[in-house]
């Protein structure tokens, strides 16, 4: 029933940027590997060239000792190689069933679609998660009305509809809950014993310990490890991962208890956000943690005036309605958000651009350019971002040099308060290092901080508190002992334990 | 439960608020015009119509697949040439089915063309149309470069008649539905909705999304010859800019219909609804006695107001909402 | 902008051949062909190629290039920008200004003043219409070129009477300095404030991101919605200029004058390497594509006159071929697999 992959020694190009210069990986019949890497270390291009999405340019796939070279996915797919990405392969207002089908419908002999089959084996299949995801979720609904979860769920079904011989999750976890992940390995452990190979790319090392059976590690496009699980570790993987490089200290700092409150929230209702009140001191580094999609990023956007939102807010007092990310801006707030592709940066534009998009009317009309580059150059220099010229297009930065710019776009305006919307998601380990720091110098000069992780180890090592969102609300707020993995856990799931 | 039903059939069904236009539409020309129903004029109205009707299928399947074609005027305008010179006023049957195979074929070829640049040299499809719509056109006026043709007038008779009481032109209207029934309950109509709803997408699940593009142009391509052919057998001549109007007509047509511009929803029964809307507001305008100069604007006023309408009720509810 | 430049567009990286090509940047690119062609014109006709006959050739095209100055602002702001109503309101302007004025010289200021003023609430009716109505640009404009007609007639009652001030002809359309027509000197003013307010503005810098990512530059500040209302309304008033100038040249008016120009204003716009997606490009650009553009028509229309037998026809579809080559050059869109 399954296949064995071998992939030797690939190479891709993207125009000047070697994204993999000897990639390889092997993977067999029942078994579930882990695919590591920092960001930018060429998994994604990796499993995008065994997928046939992308083509390599040099170097060798054998599927089952065959030579393959795949020339659009379909030709990938015909073969049993499927992948589930993040719900990149959806069509948001086609159904659930439509898009779980697509290009393998079940059809009449006169090439017309069996409705009705569609929508029964779509309801088998959804009946494997069933008991983890809510009513909304069936063969009828439009992907663009589900939450992200079930999105992904739909993804992991599609994937098992074309009955794969290889099957590669690429961070298919990352929107699941935690009864769903459960669900998931479950499932897993199923299709290892019916013979698919799995290929399981991840950044979270609990799952990998839980679920696979051995690991290959990527790092600057080579391939440079690869063992059995139970002849490794945590701290050994991080290290292949990363290199040797020493991780930074966290930014932990004494909480200044006493200073003046910078930021006061009453009553906040926007979005999913149904009621959340709080306080920021200055100089503070407040978490926000909970499972994913509970406010925390629809609260950080309504501070920042992006999106609507009722009650109130006072910045050093004073009240404020911010109704654009102009008004908030005007008085000192900034924003990093999440993802920095679609979010932070305008990618064909140069790194000048970027980095002064907020900050244009400071330089008067005509624009006075040589100050404009000046400021720009010292920014670059504060954060350590590696280019040759401002002039440079962002899109040919890294990703860790990327985010940089998206942060430095903001630093230079010296904020008051800086909300961060899970910046650190999708980071390796030697920038998310370079990025405490930063947060500690911030601290130091007095700005707040209201930080959202999805990252709990993240939350724990870094702030003085943390607030626990879950359903719209705040269900704990954890401090000095009280704040430890434990409680936040509980608190995530809306339950509590105090130890 | 029951309202997210709603939404989803008015989701799934787009062409209903176009439907709610044209009764409403119908229910002022009928005030105005007492006869609309009768026979005659159904028949005369649906002759004129046709031609665009025909001409807007093409264009709803490129518009769903996320393009545009603003040469489908121009190509009516290459299908016409070939007719008018090629059926004469004593044509046989054979001479005639000969037309119509190299105007489908002129058609065919227009929409490879099309489909190439747009498809596999990623042209952008708004620009490039308008070029290759130049070449067409030229095309056309190589063929006729001056008004004329006298097409034999058995095919206008047929094209006029009323077989077993209902209009010729209607039961055509009737078949074009039932093939876009058919056709939309294929694994094509999947890809090419999956195609224009979100093409990163489609591609990762092994959609051919450059071939789907490149057929909807041939599609295009086609029903602007058969659209050529409905007007020359009801005109009879030819002539070098006939097709001019239609390009834009078709465009205004499709989008009154329901069928959204960014592609990935939609469908042919609203764009037909919507050239049978254009024609409605155009016989109110005449019929209520609006003053000759005045008549472009006052119609013009009506269309923007109906792809508008759309878009301001959503500003309402948005603004109730909050 | 220097003439060096990277790729700029993000096709999928072929193979060596013409690759030096991508180095120069577009603008310049499409000069070089302008002269080629300009040149070419000299081998058909030997009178093509002299110092009267290349003014004229910047004349006419600066008629077009500065009907295309509010198209490249609107193309440039991205979220499909188009505005299709751009030759309706070059007529209307036309009709107005020959209207008010009635051949009187003194009336030319008012009568600017109220055709500027006419261009800017179109543009604004189609900013507001794009914006807070949600209406896409394409159909919104397309919309809107209906109701610019509609409007022409009943100003006008059918009827066309009016008369061109003699200053605007002295002026705009006849030689003025070294032989050389005042809309040319015009025309490179406009190119300077179009460069100042692109590049050194900050307008212009909302104008580029707004046509990258309305998402990221909204979460930067931008105001959006006012940027993309200013923009509609900047280029219904530099249509309404482009119509004023018309007029110095043509003298009379007539139902369509403005419609020839509002395809080939896009065109320019095209050939002249802004991204039809928005984002990047730049004035300079549609001056060369303008250029271009006018330099096929004038070398087919040389053609014609050496072969007879080369009619309008045969220039349309030469036409039609050319614009499709030189968008295969500069107007390719990101492929779906890389």
Known sequence: MGLSLSARHIVKRYGGVLALSDGNLEVTSGEVVALMGANGSGKSTLTKIITGVVAPNEGQLLIDNQLARFSHPSAAKRLGIVAVYQELSLIPDMTVAENIWLTHEPMTANFRLRGREMRTRSQVLLDLFSGTVGPALDPEAPIGALAPGERQIVEILKAISAEPRLLILDEATASLDRQQVIRLFDLIKTWKQQGIAIVFVSHRMEEIFRIADRTTVIRNGKTVYSERMENTTEQELIRQMIGDVSLHAAAHLESPAASPVRLRVEGLTAGSVRGVSLQLHDAELLGLGGLQGQGQTDLLLALFGAIPHTGRVLVDDRPVAFRHPDDAMQQGVAFVPGDRSTEGLLLIRSILDNLQLPSWARYGFPLRMPKAYSDATSAARDLNIMMTSLDMLVSSLSGGNAQKVVLGKWLMRKPNLLLLNDPTKGVDVGAKGEFYSLLANLRQSGTSILFYSSDDEELLNLCDRVLVLHDGRISAELRAAGLNHANLVAASMGTEQRL | MSINRLQRVLKRHSYLFALLLLVVALLINFSLQANLFALTTINRNLANSLPLMVLVVGQTVVIIGGGIDLSVGAIVTLGNAILATRIAADASPGDIGLAILLTCGAGLLAGVINGLCVAYLRLQPLVTTYATSFIFSGVALLILPRPGGDVTRDLRTLYLSTPGGIPFTLWMVLLIVVIWLLARGTRYAQFLFATGGKPDAAYFTGVPVNFVRFSTYLWSGLFGALAALALTVSTRTGSPHVGDSMTLQSVVAVILGGTRLSGGQGGVVGSLIGVVILGVISNIISFANVPSWWQTLVNALIIIGALVGPGLVRLARKAVAR | ?338
């Open chain 3, 1 to 338: 902008m220097s003439a060096v430049d990277l790729s700029q567009n993000n096709t999928s990286n072929g193979s060596g051949r013409l690759s030096f090509m991508r180095r120069l940047s577009p603008p310049v690119l499409a000069l070089i062909l302008a002269v080629i062609l300009f040149f070419a014109g000299g081998l058909v006709n030997p009178n093509f190629v002299s110092v009267t006959s290349a003014i004229n050739v910047v004349r006419l095209a600066a008629f077009l290039g500065i009907i295309a100055a509010g198209q490249t602002l609107v193309i440039l702001s991205g979220g499909e920008g188009i505005d299709l109503s751009a030759g309706g309101v070059v007529t209307l302007a036309a009709i107005l200004v020959f209207r008010l004025t009635n051949g009187e010289n003194n009336m030319v200021p008012v009568a600017l003043l109220v055709a500027l003023s006419a261009g800017a609430i179109i543009g604004f009716v189609n900013g507001i219409g794009v914006t807070l109505i949600g209406i896409p640009p394409l159909v919104m404009t397309l919309g809107m070129a209906g109701v610019v007609s509609g409007t022409i007639l009943v100003v006008t009652g059918g009827q066309l009477s009016g008369k061109t001030p003699e200053i605007m002809a002295q002026w705009i359309s006849d030689p003025l300095v070294g032989g050389i027509p005042g809309v040319v000197f015009f025309w490179l003013l406009l190119s300077g404030v179009m460069w100042v307010v692109l590049e050194r503005s900050t307008y212009g810098r909302q104008l580029f991101a707004i046509g990258v990512n309305r998402l990221a530059a909204r979460l930067s500040g931008v105001r959006v919605q006012r940027v993309v209302i200013l923009t509609f309304t900047l280029s219904g008033l530099l249509s309404a200029l482009g119509g004023f100038m018309l007029l110095g040249f043509s003298q009379i008016v007539f139902l369509n004058l403005g419609d020839p120009y509002l395809f080939p204003a896009i065109a320019a716009v095209a050939v002249g390497g802004t991204l039809l997606s928005g984002g990047k490009g730049s004035y300079w650009g549609t001056m060369s594509g303008a250029l271009v553009l006018t330099l096929i028509d004038s070398l087919l229309t040389a053609m014609r006159a050496r072969i007879p037998e080369l009619g309008e026809a045969h220039k349309l579809i030469i036409l039609g071929v050319i614009l499709v080559i030189l968008l295969s050059f500069y107007g390719r869109q990101r492929s779906v697999r890389q």
